[in-house]
């Protein structure tokens, strides 16, 4: 149980496109997505938390008009990269919480590459 | 403002051997605590967490971890270490809204 998917795995895209990721919740309704970016060998930062239905929340720092989140309903939630650059190349994350527990599912993650 | 600090970057471990991971955090009330594993290219598999109630809690693939609150720690530890444990590992603390803060990861190589 508590599988979150991520879609596409990877994506190679070029610059000034828009790049669309899906995280899933597939086994459970995930009232709060999160969505994280990995820069090579360093950490997870949190860039924006979604709730189901409401407006997402962004970290300070971090452009909501260039990282466009939707959650639409309990099992998807989208991360569209607006006008990517190649310094939005990295790693996106996302995890997925149910409402009665305090722990995060995370996905396997999608590589972004922009040219 | 929450901070959470691992202060090896890299460990280096034979195989057999035991294995710890130091984790401390900066958190004003009582932290919901976590340690998870990324292998590479993969995403976060979580490992334990703790919320309350006993300090040493155990987790998943012979993993174990000690909440230690007057030394603000949570460091991972495992007796004997296999290959398939070379992997990344980040120490995490959440906040109320269940925000997580990460370390910035421990690298464990392993070595036959």
């Known amino acids: 149980g508590a599988v979150v998917s991520q879609h596409p795995s990877r994506v190679i895209c070029k610059s000034g496109t828009s790049v669309k990721i899906e995280c899933r919740s597939l086994d459970f309704q995930a009232t709060t997505m999160f969505w994280y970016r990995q820069f090579p060998k360093q950490s997870l930062m949190l860039m924006a938390t979604s709730n189901e239905g409401s407006k997402a929340t962004y970290e300070q720092g971090v452009e909501k008009d260039k990282f466009l989140i939707n959650h639409a309903s309990l099992t998807l939630s989208t991360l569209t990269v607006t006008s990517a650059h190649p310094e939005d190349s990295s790693f996106y994350i996302c995890s997925a919480r149910v409402w009665t527990q305090e722990t995060q599912y995370f996905g396997p993650g999608t590589r972004l590459l922009v040219l | 403002a929450q901070s959470v600090t691992q202060p090896d970057i890299h460990i280096t471990v034979s195989e057999g051997a035991s294995l710890e991971l130091r984790c401390n955090y900066s958190?004003?009330?009582?932290?919901?605590l976590f340690w998870y594993v990324q292998s590479p290219g993969q995403g976060l598999q979580l490992l334990l967490k703790y919320f309350s109630g006993d300090t040493l809690v155990q987790g998943i693939k012979g993993f174990e971890a000690e909440f230690k609150r007057s030394q603000s720690s949570f460091n991972l530890r495992k007796p004997s270490v296999h290959w398939s444990d070379a992997a990344e590992y980040f120490c995490a603390v959440g906040e109320d809204d269940y925000k997580l803060s990460f370390g910035a990861g421990t690298t464990v190589t392993v070595r036959a």
């Open positions: 958190y004003g009330a009582t932290p919901y």
